[in-house]
């Protein structure tokens, strides 16, 4: 079954810095690769998603990139906030599979 | 519009006893999910509902059990738990962008 790899597992990063985490996806073609943000005590919300034709997409503080070569899809969050802080999971979605999640921290 | 909406939302359990749990979405759409959350192991699908009338095994179906009772409902059933069952459990459905699937809030249970 196809898998995709998460890291890091958690991050702590100070206001105003850059978080970034990383998915490995394996050899498959996806249609879209998804990131999910999940607030504790509620279930996970679509936050940004890339096709694989495209390298880089930004959508205010959060860009996702993309580098086919390599398998590995990122996100980042520019001018990290505190209310940024919460758990990540980047997605195959054609086989319904989540990664394991990244805690994110972000200190005040 | 409430989106997906999941009862319980906490649930005790002895080993050995029964419960469905309940989950509905006032979104249209034609697909439904069940996930179970685990520390440290992402979200594993349970069951899906492409459309209504069929349902299919995902990763970790054993011990459970699914209903589609119409397009707005899905329901996952327990018939014996067992302290393995222990989770977060999470209904999903999706419509056209089928990467974007809309979570309810969750159902904590714990089988003791």
């Known amino acids: 079954q196809q898998q995709v790899k998460q890291s890091p597992q958690s991050l702590i990063v100070q206001k105003g810095g850059i978080s970034i985490i990383n998915c490995a996806y394996e050899?498959?073609?996806?249609?879209?690769f998804p990131w999910y943000q999940q607030f504790p005590g509620k279930g996970p919300a679509l936050l940004i998603a890339?096709?694989?034709?495209?390298s880089e997409k930004k959508e205010g503080r959060f860009t996702i990139s993309f580098n086919k070569s390599a398998k590995q899809f990122s996100l980042h969050i520019m001018d990290s906030q505190p209310g940024d802080s919460a758990t990540y999971f980047c997605?195959?979605?054609?086989?319904?599979?989540f990664g394991t999640g990244t805690r994110l921290k972000v200190l005040a | 519009n409430a989106g997906v909406t999941q009862t319980p939302k906490f649930q005790v359990l002895k080993t050995g006893q029964s419960m469905t749990l309940q989950c509905a979405q006032d979104m249209n759409h034609n697909s439904m999910y069940w996930y179970r959350q685990d520390p440290g192991m992402g979200l594993r699908l349970i069951y899906y509902s492409a459309s209504e009338g069929t349902t299919d095994k995902g990763e970790v179906p054993n011990g459970y059990n699914v209903s589609r009772l119409n397009k707005r409902e899905f329901s996952l059933r327990l018939e014996s738990a067992a302290p393995s069952q222990t989770s977060v459990y999470f209904c999903?459905?999706?419509?056209?962008?089928?990467?974007?699937?809309?979570f309810g809030p969750g159902t904590r249970l714990t089988v003791t």
């Open positions: 999903a459905s999706s419509e056209g962008r089928y990467y974007e699937q809309y």
């Open positions: 050899n498959t073609a996806f249609d879209y």
């Open positions: 890339i096709r694989p034709d495209v």
């Open positions: 997605a195959a979605p054609e086989e319904y599979i």
